[in-house]
């Protein structure tokens, strides 16, 4: 059977498995339910100096008959005294020594600031530090956040303080509120992060509702914006994580945070270069049980593979993942339609003629409606193949182009070089 | 005419003036495609290329040209 422990920046724990910091991690009663139901680490919910929250805090984005595809919140860090919290930390940590305990921290941009939660934190046995550089609302409002996230400088110099008094692995977690990620990523790199974490939420508001005219969520009549998170980040998230591990000066490890729903999702962000990977929204929606799909189906597909470690995954697709202008522009597939399976809902013929490259004939053969690519005008979208409800219907395949392969890049170069 | 059948006529013209000792002198991209300058002794003639894939196909005949 494979083996899920992983150890990030030092920071060990019995599978890739942790939960961000969030409202699941609120208590040691919900940490220590939740190594029980086989989560292998938490980031504890920010400490910070206690504030004061509002009610409502939660919206949730659902499409086409798909519950919470995307989720918001206005939830600030905890609100509990920093003394209850590291009393329940130390309490959780001595029952569940083997799993990591990380404390996720948000203070004013101060250097005795971070000194004292840093050293009063340590104190009481966690694994490791997340500096939460990420909450885009409220905080931030305060300057702290992702107000100090957004500035590369303030990441480093506050990164620096904390790694001036910290003994423990040092992460820091970063907003996507953000041109560049690689920016602030690199920031925490040069103040002497020992790990980064991405993504934090994503600047939002859920919805207006149509009757009243009020915000998803309000209070009392008004609303603020808050941060996105759900299944519909992956794909910002896994671009985030891809851009930093390809980033030659971002060379710490990375915790995978973002839409991550199941052991698919964190097997994807392994590959693009995430050690462990943490999860919010699954656990919000559905338990903290989720976890035993997540390790057995992570485990079976590391045994399928004949993989020994899940440590053997992390960053194998990286390579993979490059500039536009490194692309083949002579690589071709085109989309084939098995008519023995599809059902003539004609969804690809709409999409094909109203929006990519009108390819897609409709024909009929012995009185049975057909359809047909017409290859020599197909450019190998894959739009045909995206809305297709049928499974094995239309499969993209490749065809051997005539012409060498040439990138962008090559291209231009070629052409300027050449050019009188 | 098609995309298609476009490219294919893009990329015949720029066959047949390489099949007849043509040589590519010059080569410059603006908003209307691509132009291209050949040249076979005090003979020029210039051919634009409007098709993404005569563009591409032409980039290839231009590699060799440079490459032999």
Known sequence: ?????????????????????????????????????????A????????????????????????????????????????????????????????????????????????????????????????????????????????????????????????????????????????????????????????????????????????????????????????????????????????????????NVPISGIGGISNWQDAAEFMLMGATGVQVCTAAMHHGFSIVEDMIDGLTNYLDDKGIASVMDLVGQSVQRYSDWGDLDLNYKIVAEINNDVCINCNKCHIACEDTSHQCIDLYTESGRPMLKVREQDCVGCNLCSIVCPVDGAISMVERKSTIAPMTWNERQSLISNFAR | MSDHLLSMDEMKQVDDYLDRGFKIHNVYENLSGMFVEFERQEEEVCLQIQTAEARKYFAAKLQEQTQF
């Open chain 1, 1 to 41: 059977m494979a083996d899920l422990r992983i150890d990030l920046a030092g920071i060990k724990s019995p599978n890739p498995f942790w939960l961000a910091s969030a409202p699941p991690t609120n208590s040691g009663y919900q940490v220590q339910r939740a190594f029980e139901a086989g989560w292998g680490g």
């Open chain 1, 43 to 250: 980031v504890w919910k920010t400490l910070g100096e206690p504030i004061l929250n509002v009610t409502s805090r939660f919206a949730a984005v659902s499409f086409n008959g798909q519950r919470v595809a995307g989720f918001n919140n206005i939830e600030l860090i905890t609100d509990r005294p920093l003394e209850v919290n590291l009393q329940e930390i130390l309490e959780t940590k001595k029952k569940f020594p083997s799993h990591a305990i990380i404390a996720s921290l948000m203070v004013e941009p101060q250097q005795e600031k971070w000194h004292e939660i840093v050293k009063k934190v340590e104190a009481v046995g966690v694994d490791g530090l997340e500096l939460n550089f990420g909450c885009p609302h409220g905080m931030a409002e305060r300057g702290m956040g992702a107000a100090s996230g957004q500035v590369p400088e303030l990441v480093e110099k506050q990164t620096y303080w904390v790694k001036e008094v910290a003994r423990t692995p040092v992460i820091v977690k970063l907003t996507p509120n953000i041109t560049d990620i690689t920016m602030t990523a690199e920031a925490a790199v040069r103040g002497g992060a020992d790990a980064v974490s991405m993504i934090n939420t994503i600047n939002s508001l859920a919805g207006v509702d149509l009757d009243t005219w009020n915000t998803v969520p309000h209070v009392g009549g008004k609303g603020s914006h808050g941060g996105y998170c759900g299944p519909a980040v992956k794909p910002i998230a896994l671009n985030m994580v891809a851009e930093c591990a390809r980033n030659t000066f971002v």
